[in-house]
Nanobody, 126 residues
Framework: EVQLQASGGGLVQAGGSLRLSCAAS????????MGWFRQAPGKEHEALLC?????????YVADSMKGRVIVSSDNAKNTVYLQMDSLKPEDTAVYSC??????????????????WGEGTQVTVSS
């Protein structure tokens, strides 16, 4: 069964850091790119970035996250990590990962996802 599970969220003070994980089962990150998304209370889903496990590239980073995120992966654990630094209260949201239907990241990756993982709550206090 193909599944994704995001974890690692929590409560952090502004300026702090968190590392989120997206663990996959039933497929390999070598064969699919991954997108990170978030949804803040009362707002639409926001596409944050796309990561290709095949070459380790991160593309299409949202302006809201530029300079504050690093994506990495552990192939042995079939897990992708989202390191977020300099967190702000406006980063408060439920963060989730989605499987992209291509190996590399297309410019419209957010329209090309199929499997959604259960999200993890990130709360940044001021």
């Amino acid at each position: 069964e193909v599944q994704l599970q995001a974890s690692g969220g929590g409560l952090v003070q502004a300026g702090g850091s968190l590392r989120l994980s997206c663990a996959a089962s039933g497929f390999s990150f070598d064969d699919y790119a991954m997108g990170w998304f978030r949804q803040a209370p009362g707002k639409e889903h926001e596409a944050l970035l796309c990561f290709s496990g095949r070459d380790g590239s991160t593309d299409y980073v949202a302006d809201s996250m530029k300079g504050r995120v690093i994506v990495s992966s552990d192939n042995a654990k079939n897990t992708v990590y989202l390191q977020m630094d300099s967190l702000k209260p406006e980063d408060t949201a439920v963060y989730s990962c989605r499987r992209v239907l291509t190996i590399m990241c297309p410019v419209n990756y957010y329209y090309n996802t199929d499997v959604w993982g259960e999200g993890t709550q990130v709360t940044v206090s001021s």
